[in-house]
């Protein structure tokens, strides 16, 4: 069974900084993608980062040039440093894997469980 385990959330105050970190476990061929989304209380979830196998990186407008996506493929591990935080960033944080069990299927979608950041002003 795959598991996407989060860590890393917290309070923090505005303009501080956050790390989260996403271990991918459990037995699989290749991860193809991984990302962090986020949502806030009555809001749609959303794509915050995303980066692939190739280390390709997406990041949403309102990210840019404050957060970053990086991984260690020996780990199995995505990060997203988060830096000039604002309140705005307050919600919960989902890790999410494509990832390729077996070569007969197509690639299945895996969430973390999340994790809360919560900024205050």
């Known amino acids: 069974q795959v598991q996407l385990v989060e860590s890393g959330g917290g309070l923090v105050q505005a303009g501080g900084s956050l790390r989260l970190s996403c271990a991918a476990s459990?037995?699989?061929?290749?991860?193809?993608?991984m990302g962090w989304y986020r949502q806030a209380p009555g809001k749609q979830r959303e794509l915050v980062a995303g980066?692939?196998?190739?280390?390709?990186?997406n990041y949403a407008d309102s990210v840019k040039g404050r957060f970053t996506i990086s991984k260690d493929n020996a780990k199995k591990t995505v990060y997203l440093q988060m830096n000039s935080l604002k309140s705005e960033d307050t919600a919960v944080y989902y890790c999410?894997?494509?990832?390729?069990?077996?070569?007969?299927?197509?690639?299945?979608?895996?969430w973390g469980q999340g994790t809360q950041v919560t900024v205050s002003s």
């Open positions: 980066i692939t196998s190739g280390g390709t990186t």
């Open positions: 999410n894997a494509e990832i390729l069990r077996t070569y007969l299927g197509a690639p299945d979608d895996y």
């Open positions: 459990g037995w699989f061929l290749k991860i193809n993608t």
